[in-house]
């Protein structure tokens, strides 16, 4: 279909360029400055988020980065090559809320589409005494930054009663290939690991142990 593939096109042909611009930046918080600049104005861009709203409301799957989602409502538009970033979106019905979670890189994200709420967490104590600190709401085109790992531990999502089309661009990602998700009333912490990943590991772990039993 031709219209998705202008809005594909559109939005590689986009993070190309902002990759050729900030992969000369040096250092996280020079690439963060970078995209908390040059995000608001891609979330204010009603044409292109309804292209890619339309392509996934037809069964399409309007990415680049397929495979490397870790959170269901997760779309990875584009994974730079080199690492320099990627951009996500991630959809919310009314009132969802991913888990308590943190990244293992630096993020810029806002909505394109509704209210956004965003909670952030400080560790208290290890592995998760939390403590909510004050939340957000964020309108299209306003952008929140996180830290990598426990200094950037938050909740994203919809207060309701609207959906949510939040965007977040990520930093180079540290070597860790999980994300942590907290449970804090149990004081618990969980790995969760792109859905590819995980069957890969897991089948890998089989094999193991069927080899060892014969
Ligand atoms: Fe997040």
Same mark, same amino acid.
């Given at each position: 279909?031709?219209?998705?593939?202008?809005?594909?096109?559109?939005?590689?042909?986009?993070?190309?360029?902002?990759?050729?611009?900030?992969?000369?930046?040096?250092?996280?918080?020079?690439?963060?400055?970078?995209?908390?600049?040059?995000?608001?104005?891609?979330?204010?861009?009603?044409?292109?988020?309804?292209?890619?709203?339309?392509?996934?409301?037809?069964?399409?799957?309007?990415?680049?980065?397929?495979?490397?989602?870790?959170?269901?409502?997760?779309?990875?538009?584009?994974?730079?090559?080199?690492?320099?970033?990627?951009?996500?979106?991630? @959809?919310?019905?009314?009132?969802?809320?991913?888990?308590? +979670?943190? +990244? /293992?890189?630096?993020?810029?994200?806002?909505?394109?589409?509704?209210?956004?709420?965003?909670?952030?967490?400080?560790?208290?104590?290890?592995?998760?005494?939390?403590?909510?600190?004050?939340?957000?709401?964020?309108?299209?085109?306003?952008?929140?930054?996180?830290?990598?790992?426990?200094?950037?531990?938050?909740?994203?999502?919809?207060?309701?009663?609207?959906?949510? @089309?939040?965007?977040?661009?990520?930093?180079?990602?540290?070597?860790?290939?999980?994300?942590?998700?907290?449970?804090?009333?149990?004081?618990?912490?969980?790995?969760?690991?792109?859905?590819?990943?995980?069957?890969?590991?897991?089948?890998?772990?089989? @094999?193991?142990?069927?080899? /060892? /039993?014969?």
């Amino acid at each position: 279909m031709p219209e998705r593939n202008e809005t594909e096109t559109a939005v590689t042909a986009l993070c190309r360029r902002w990759s050729r611009e900030a992969t000369p930046l040096k250092g996280p918080a020079a690439r963060m400055a970078f995209f908390r600049d040059r995000l608001p104005g891609l979330l204010r861009d009603r044409t292109l988020w309804r292209g890619i709203l339309a392509e996934l409301a037809g069964g399409g799957t309007a990415g680049e980065g397929r495979g490397e989602a870790i959170f269901e409502n997760e779309v990875v538009l584009y994974r730079d090559p080199a690492r320099v970033f990627s951009l996500r979106l991630y @959809l919310f019905g009314p009132g969802d809320r991913t888990p308590i +979670h943190d +990244h /293992s890189s630096w993020g810029v994200s806002g909505p394109a589409l509704g209210e956004l709420e965003w909670a952030p967490y400080r560790l208290e104590a290890p592995p998760a005494r939390l403590a909510a600190l004050p939340p957000r709401r964020l309108s299209p085109g306003d952008v929140a930054t996180t830290l990598p790992l426990e200094a950037g531990i938050h909740r994203t999502g919809s207060p309701g009663p609207g959906s949510v @089309l939040m965007v977040s661009v990520y930093g180079t990602p540290l070597r860790r290939l999980f994300l942590n998700f907290y449970a804090p009333e149990a004081e618990t912490v969980r790995r969760v690991f792109p859905a590819r990943l995980m069957r890969k590991r897991l089948a890998a772990r089989m @094999l193991e142990e069927w080899g /060892s /039993s014969g």
